[in-house]
């Protein structure tokens, strides 16, 4: 089992509709959980983080943690074309909080939006 | 202010050769940490300063090193380099160790073995 698992892609939405991303983790002691935009070619960009059970909304962006079940999402409302990248998934803190600065990632989510 | 700056941007080097790449962190961040990425996967931890400590290693081989400055800037060092060494390599600092920090990366050394 992979320690972090993302959704298959890539993910095609129409512009204006709702983008789910999702990603499963193993490290049941996991704090943290990051999500990051990757556009082809360049480094990844911190969207946002969580580490409380719940939502977390940050204008179109809203991440989503259940510890329980051990999975974190991420939904973007009102896709727009400059919204298609690679989405990855990111969590840190396990192991007992030994672990904080240690990024375990997805393999990735490549989100297309298309007109 | 200056975000996480690494260079080279791009480097060419040959089988068995050395390299240094080299990340400077947001000012006042004071962990640095190291990822490898190859194409169409998602970075993989090397390893992680914090306070010119090392506090974590990742699954790679000891021709793999590095180090932090007392500026908490950081060198990582690959000796006799492989083809599959070839990658995105990928500096990130963080002001501090938590669950309440973020992570903020650089722009990347593409690495490319020959």
């Known amino acids: 089992q992979k320690e972090v698992e993302q959704n298959s892609g890539p993910l095609s939405v129409p512009e204006g509709a709702i983008a789910s991303l999702n990603c499963t983790y193993s490290?049941?002691?996991?704090?943290?959980f990051f999500w990051y935009r990757q556009y082809s070619g360049k480094s990844p960009e911190l969207i946002m983080f969580?580490?409380?059970?719940g939502d977390k909304e940050d204008g179109r962006f809203t991440a989503q943690l259940n510890k329980a079940s051990q999975y974190v999402s991420l939904l973007i409302r009102d896709s727009q074309p400059s919204d298609s990248a690679t989405y990855l998934c990111a969590v840190t803190g396990g192991a007992g909080g030994t672990s904080y600065g240690k990024l375990t990632f997805g393999q990735g989510t490549i989100l297309t939006v298309h007109p | 202010d200056a975000g996480v700056t690494q260079s080279p941007t791009h480097l060419i080097k040959t089988r068995g050769q050395q390299v240094t790449l080299r990340c400077s962190p947001i000012?006042?961040?004071?962990?640095v940490s190291w990822y490898q990425q190859v194409l169409g996967q998602g970075p993989q931890f090397i390893f992680q300063?914090?306070?010119?400590?090392?506090?974590g290693r990742g699954n790679f081989p000891d021709r793999f090193s590095a180090r932090q400055f007392p500026n908490y800037s950081s060198e990582l060092n690959v000796n006799a380099l492989l083809l599959g060494d070839s990658a995105l390599y990928l500096c990130?600092?963080?002001f501090g160790q938590g669950r309440d920090y973020g992570y903020t990366f650089g722009s990347g050394t593409r690495l490319t073995v020959v």
């Open positions: 490290d049941r002691g996991s704090q943290s």
């Open positions: 300063y914090y306070e010119k400590e090392e506090r």
């Open positions: 969580i580490y409380s059970n």
């Open positions: 000012s006042g961040h004071k962990s």
């Open positions: 990130a600092s963080s």
